[in-house]
């Protein structure tokens, strides 16, 4: 008997990693990360058979009081700066859909998946630009290769 992701969700069967809030012009945003199992977190998601690394869920219902980013069970921290990458392209995720308002159900604004990819690769370097060592676009690279590899495994 397969679990669906409800009961995964709502019995907490992932390990909680962080809550976070932001708050940018007395909005506030609530955030929850979590490790778990692919079979069950990525809902199917496969792209050519193949797990990503990590997806953003958000909340459909008021049963679901948070956006969360589940990150698959095998990145740890041992992948340092692939770990902090993978989460601050979620976060991206989040930041456009929620302060940006893009793709939000509440408004008109669209974007395609890919250039949506392509601005949450762009937070994340910002991101390690900012607030990591990596200060260019060719270290950054560097460890997006690292990054293409673990998903490859």
Do not use: C
Request: hydrophobic residues 40%; proline residues 3%; negative net charge.
């Amino acid at each position: 008997m397969s679990v669906s992701f409800k009961d995964y969700y709502l019995g907490n069967m992932g390990k909680l990693f962080k809550s976070f809030e932001t708050n940018i012009n007395n909005h506030h945003f609530y955030y929850d990360i979590y490790w778990g199992d692919p079979d069950i977190i990525f809902d199917n998601r496969v792209l050519y058979d193949i797990y990503p690394l990590a997806v953003t869920m958000i909340p459909q219902s008021t049963k679901y009081p948070n956006s969360r980013i589940f990150i698959h069970e095998k990145l740890d921290l041992k992948f340092k700066h692939e770990f902090k990458i993978v989460l601050a392209h979620e976060i991206g995720h989040l930041w456009l859909h929620d302060v940006v308002g893009i793709n939000h159900r509440m408004t008109t604004a669209r974007m395609e998946e890919h250039e949506a990819e392509i601005w949450a690769d762009y937070f994340a370097f910002r991101t390690m630009q900012k607030y990591s060592e990596i200060s260019s676009l060719d270290s950054f690279n560097i460890h997006y290769e690292k990054i293409s590899n673990l998903q490859v495994q």
